[in-house]
């Protein structure tokens, strides 16, 4: 399988979160200070605000950018060895994990999150507890994968169907939690949902079909190519 990666896009977002959380800590650390001032208490809640701000956005893209591994690298690490014919690509089209077969395209839709995560239907649920809470001030939340997942394919359709208009190509859109201490109560999902560790095999059954004529492949991978230049 050949990956491809858009890693001037990674080091580019890397670098910004970076630098949201440095400034942001920055500020909260200049807003103590101010704060031991009675005449700049304003200002110095003023600036902590700013900083708070700062550091919750900086940390939430961290998530993504900054977690080692990233998304990108831990779908690599389970998908090594999957068929060499397949190429998946990262952060390169309007979806960010995009996986090329000759069955069709899969659009994986990574999930970080841990602890006891329900699905019925398209309808999901995160059980509360009191560090789950703590830690969504500072990272993404759940929020609903399945209407996620199907944006996601459906950019990724109109994308095609924009540059190639005669071109139809199935789309399964997937999601994938990666965090080891998910628990997954899944019944009837509209979107198939597995960790991640069960993707390569799921993977390794549903290309397996040969639904994509060898033109209409080759044509697909030189559009999808082109926007990883």
Request: hydrophobic share 45%; net charge positive.
């Amino acid at each position: 399988m050949r990956v491809i990666v858009n890693e001037p896009l990674v080091k580019k977002q890397a670098t910004t979160a970076r630098r949201a959380i440095t400034i942001g800590l920055t500020l909260l650390f200049a807003a103590m200070v101010l704060s031991f001032n009675p005449r700049s208490i304003l200002a110095a809640y003023l600036i902590m605000l700013v900083g708070i701000v700062l550091l919750n956005w900086g940390a939430i893209r961290g998530g993504k950018w900054l977690r080692d591994p990233r998304f990108d690298q831990a779908l690599g690490k389970v998908l090594k060895g999957l068929n060499q014919g397949l190429r998946i690509y990262h952060y390169v089209l309007p979806a960010d994990h995009v996986l090329l077969s000759p069955a069709g395209l899969f659009v994986l839709l990574v999930k970080p999150q841990e602890g006891q995560i329900s699905c019925h239907g398209e309808k999901w649920r995160h059980r509360f507890h009191l560090g789950r809470f703590l830690r969504t001030l500072f990272e993404e939340r759940l929020g609903n994968p399945t209407k996620q997942a199907l944006q996601e394919a459906e950019k990724l359709r109109r994308f095609i169907e924009e540059h190639l208009p005669d071109i139809e190509v199935p789309i399964q859109p997937l999601i994938v939690f990666s965090h080891p201490k998910a628990e997954l109560e899944i019944v009837e999902p509209i979107v198939p949902v597995m960790y991640i560790g069960d993707l390569k095999a799921y993977l390794r059954s549903a290309t397996a079909p040969k639904n994509l004529r060898q033109e209409t492949l080759k044509t697909l991978t030189n559009l999808f190519d082109e926007q990883a230049v």
